[in-house]
Nanobody
Framework: QVQLAESGGGLVQAGGSLRLSCAASGRTFSRLVMGWFRQAPGKEREFVATIRRSANTYYADSVKGRFTISRDNARNTAHLQMNSLKPEDTAVYYC??????????????????WGQGTQVTVSS
C-alpha cells in the first residue's frame, strides 16, 4: 500500500510561484507514474502534469511552459514547480500514483493512489 501526502500549497499573488511536494510511503515509488491533478470549486478534477517511470513528462496545455514536474526516487518525492501563477490556477491540487503506466496519464481513473490535496489560491 502506498500513501501520498502533499505539501506546499498556500496563497500567492498572480505572477508568483509555489512548489508543491508529494511524499510517498512504501518501496514502490520508483515504479509509480506520478501525476498532479487539480479541482477548482464547482469543477471536475482535471489533469495538470505527469512524470512516468522513464522520467518523461506531460503537461496540460493550460500549464505548459509555466509548471514543471519532477521526481526524486531516492527520497520518494515528487514536486510540481508552479511559476507565473494565474488566478485561474486556484484549486485544490492532488498528487496521484499509477502502477500500471498504461499511457493514459491524463485519466484520473488510471491512478491507484491519491493524496489528500493541498489548496493553492492565486489572488489577482
Amino acid at each position: 500500500q502506498v500513501q501520498l501526502a502533499e505539501s506546499g500549497g498556500g496563497l500567492v499573488q498572480a505572477g508568483g510561484s509555489l512548489r508543491l511536494s508529494c511524499a510517498a510511503s512504501g518501496r514502490t515509488f520508483s515504479r509509480l507514474v506520478m501525476g498532479w491533478f487539480r479541482q477548482a470549486p464547482g469543477k471536475e478534477r482535471e489533469f495538470v502534469a505527469t512524470i512516468r517511470r522513464s522520467a518523461n513528462t506531460y503537461y496540460a496545455d493550460s500549464v505548459k511552459g509555466r509548471f514543471t514536474i519532477s521526481r526524486d526516487n531516492a527520497r520518494n518525492t515528487a514536486h510540481l514547480q508552479m511559476n507565473s501563477l494565474k488566478p485561474e490556477d486556484t484549486a485544490v491540487y492532488y498528487c496521484a500514483g499509477d502502477l500500471s503506466d498504461s499511457g493514459r496519464y491524463y485519466d484520473l481513473d488510471e491512478y491507484d493512489y491519491w493524496g489528500q490535496g493541498t489548496q493553492v489560491t492565486v489572488s489577482s
